[in-house]
């Protein structure tokens, strides 16, 4: 099984900043891309920014231009760094990892979310 653990959350003024990390770890033969999600109160989950294993980055427009994907192949990480936050930006963020495990196996598995809240 593969186990992805999301950190890093907290509570930030507006304009503030915060870095989330992303680990996975277990029976991983390859990561084909990992994304950044978030789900904020009464709203549906929405993918924010994801990197493939070639390091090609995508942003939501929402986050375009303050949102950076960061990718450490070796230590199997992703961070996600947020700055110029915003009360918009409050929501539960989840990290997803999608590759193929030793066993030559397909995972789609996620983390169990970190919360953000910005303060006004």
């Known amino acids: 099984q593969v186990q992805v653990v999301e950190s890093g959350g907290g509570l930030v003024q507006a304009g503030g900043y915060l870095r989330l990390s992303c680990v996975a770890s277990g029976n991983i033969f390859s990561i084909i891309a990992i994304g950044w999600y978030r789900q904020a109160p009464g709203k549906q989950r929405e993918l924010i920014a994801n990197i493939s294993s070639g390091g090609i980055t995508n942003y939501a427009d929402s986050v375009k231009g303050r949102f950076t994907i960061l990718r450490d192949n070796a230590k199997n990480t992703v961070y996600l760094q947020m700055n110029s936050l915003n009360s918009e930006d409050t929501a539960v963020y989840y990290c997803?990892?999608?590759?193929?495990?030793?066993?030559?196996?397909?995972?789609?598995?996620w983390g169990q979310g970190t919360q953000v809240t910005v303060s006004p």
């Open positions: 997803n990892v999608q590759g193929r495990m030793r066993t030559l196996r397909d995972y789609n598995a």
